[in-house]
Nanobody, 127 residues
Framework: QVQLVESGGGLVQTGGSLRLSCAAS????????MGWFRHAPGKERDFIAAISASGGSTRYADSVQGRFTISRDNAKNTVYLQMNSLKPEDTAVYYC????????????????????WGQGTQVIVSS
């Protein structure tokens, strides 16, 4: 079992930055690929970014490529999402997720939803 708790959301102006954090419980954090998804009002939940268990590989949705950076600190059981050049369309509830086996499918037509999710943190980007 993995429990995930996000923090760092808030209100920011267009062009601003935020850093989200996701703290994980358990001693096997370094065995899990981690990711971020977001759910905007009236839209489906979308994959944003993923990082491998070791942190050596990352992947991003086209909509955030070049603006967002995912990273992790396995010693602190924490994954981060640095969000720069924020736009109003980035407004959403952001969720942290964990999966040991199927993270490579995130954001693809064969996506299998991760088994572990955080409670979400709200990000609002004002225009």
């Amino acid at each position: 079992q993995v429990q995930l708790v996000e923090s760092g959301g808030g209100l920011v102006q267009t062009g601003g930055s935020l850093r989200l954090s996701c703290a994980a419980s358990g001693r096997t954090f370094s065995s899990y690929a981690m990711g971020w998804f977001r759910h905007a009002p009236g839209k489906e939940r979308d994959f944003i970014a993923a990082i491998s268990a070791s942190g050596g590989s990352t992947r991003y949705a086209d909509s955030v490529q070049g603006r967002f950076t995912i990273s992790r600190d396995n010693a602190k059981n924490t994954v981060y999402l640095q969000m720069n050049s924020l736009k109003p369309e980035d407004t959403a509830v952001y969720y942290c997720a964990a999966d040991r086996f199927l993270a490579l499918r995130w954001g693809t037509p064969t996506q299998v939803d991760p088994p572990y999710w955080g409670q979400g943190t709200q990000v609002i980007v004002s225009s």
